[in-house]
């Protein structure tokens, strides 16, 4: 089954906003639960003991999906001295290679996460209450994952641009 450019589109859209569903319902939980901690500790001198913990490992997610979501829009850091020189022949040639290499440490880095994963789940350490802390930690390796084919798709793209 072939696909149209308009169901690609239609799938890429979904997903869109499938990763930004999920950013903000991440940065609400973060925010309600901080601030349902803050009211029980200043007001009731009592707290929800594992939030802390589930504060750390939100934060993480949040961060995580959120160089998802920069990797969709090519906004992550970025170290510019020399494209305002070069020609746009060039500047295409120079978008390839960075897309390709950042693909590539992505990839990297979710080979080892998941190796760090795989130690995390044979020590069977937790991270709160009973959550097991590789459970916690799985969103490095998927986001890694998912951040390395979008870079390899954008290199893609910059690819048939150069052949035209």
Not at 69 to 84: E, G, M
Not at 125 to 141: C, M, Q
């Amino acid at each position: 089954m072939v696909l149209s450019n308009t169901q690609i589109d239609s799938i890429i859209h979904k997903l869109h906003q499938l990763e930004d569903s999920v950013v903000v319902a991440l940065l609400m939980s973060v925010i309600v639960l901080a601030l349902i901690q803050i009211i029980l500790r200043n007001v009731f001198d009592e707290g929800i003991v594992w939030a802390e913990s589930l504060l750390r490992v939100q934060v993480l997610w949040l961060g995580l999906f959120g160089g998802i979501l920069a990797a969709r829009k090519s906004k992550q850091l970025n170290i510019d001295v020399l494209s305002k020189y070069m020609s746009v022949n060039m500047k295409a040639y120079s978008a390839f290679f960075n897309n390709i290499f950042a693909a590539m440490i992505c990839i990297i880095i979710s080979y080892f996460s998941m190796v760090f994963l795989q130690l995390e789940y044979e020590a069977s350490s937790v991270a709160f209450e009973k959550v097991p802390f590789w459970i916690t930690a799985s969103v490095i390796p998927f986001s890694f994952l998912i951040m390395s084919i979008k870079y390899a798709l954008k290199s893609y793209i910059e690819l048939n641009q150069l052949n035209k």
